[in-house]
Nanobody, 123 residues
Framework: QVQLLESGGGSVQAGGSLKLSCAVS????????MAWFRQAPGKEREGVAV???????NYGVSAKGRFTISRDNAKNSLYLQIDTLSPEDTGVYYC?????????????????WGQGTQVTVSS
C-alpha cells in the first residue's frame, strides 16, 4: 500500500547541488517519521537525515551542514537538498518511512522504503 518513489538523482560535478524528492502514497508524510539514507558502493547503508512528525530534523554525522531535509505536506513529498557535493556523497539515496509516533531517529527501524535514486559526484 505504502509507496515511496525517489527522484532527482543524477550525475553532478563536485561543488554542485541536487535536490532529491520522495513522492509518498498510501500514507502521509506528515503522519510518519521520514528519513533519507544512503549507501555508497561497497559500504554499509548510513542515515543521512530524519524528519519527525512534529517537524524536528536531525542529521547523520556525515551529513551535517550540507544537507537539508524538508517536507511539503500539500504535495505529500519529502525532500533532501544537498549542497556542495563531493565524490564522497556518491551512492544510492533511499527515502524511508516509519509509522511510529514515539520513536523517530536514524537508528529506528523503518517500515517502508523507496527504490533509491543514484547520486554520482565526479571530481
Amino acid at each position: 500500500q505504502v509507496q515511496l518513489l525517489e527522484s532527482g538523482g543524477g550525475s553532478v560535478q563536485a561543488g554542485g547541488s541536487l535536490k532529491l524528492s520522495c513522492a509518498v502514497s498510501g500514507t502521509t508524510v506528515r503522519n510518519n517519521c521520514m528519513a533519507w539514507f544512503r549507501q555508497a558502493p561497497g559500504k554499509e547503508r548510513e542515515g543521512v537525515a530524519v524528519l519527525t512528525q512534529s517537524g524536528t530534523t536531525n542529521y547523520g554525522v556525515s551529513a551535517k551542514g550540507r544537507f537539508t531535509i524538508s517536507r511539503d505536506n500539500a504535495k505529500n513529498s519529502l525532500y533532501l537538498q544537498i549542497d556542495t557535493l563531493s565524490p564522497e556523497d556518491t551512492g544510492v539515496y533511499y527515502c524511508a518511512a516509519r509509522r511510529s509516533y514515539t520513536a523517530c531517529s536514524l537508528g529506528s527501524v523503518f517500515d517502508d522504503w523507496g527504490q533509491g535514486t543514484q547520486v554520482t559526484v565526479s571530481s
